[in-house]
């Protein structure tokens, strides 16, 4: 079982940033990744960011937030950051970060809205 806590998000402007945070806890897979995914309202869900759990593991990126987002770790602390700066209002969506157990279940924290508006 994996629990996972996410914080951050909120409200900002255009060109702002903010960052989002994602604890877990529980047993994870060591060979899988942890996503940051966004839905919008009448939009499919989008995987925004992946960064493998191992040292070495590639970071891939949605082409719409390449440049501009990052996505990091703290694997001491289970924790998974999802930097967002020159934020547009087509990145309001609710947030979700993902991670596999080591039962291969894919578990999802609980949401964060992030809402892009002057």
């Known amino acids: 079982q994996v629990q996972l806590v996410q914080s951050g998000g909120g409200s900002v402007q255009p060109g702002g940033s903010l960052k989002l945070s994602c604890a877990a806890s529980g047993e994870i897979f060591s060979d899988s990744t942890r996503n940051w995914y966004r839905q919008a309202p009448g939009k499919q869900r989008e995987l925004v960011a992946s960064i493998s759990i191992s040292d070495n593991g590639p970071t891939v990126y949605a082409d719409s937030v390449k440049g501009r987002f990052t996505i990091s770790k703290n694997n001491a602390k289970n924790t998974v950051y999802l930097q967002m700066n020159s934020l547009k209002p087509d990145d309001t969506a609710v947030y979700y970060c993902?991670?596999?157990?080591?039962?291969?279940?894919?578990?999802w924290g609980q949401g964060t809205q992030v809402t892009v508006s002057s």
């Open positions: 993902t991670a596999m157990g080591t039962n291969y279940a894919t578990y």
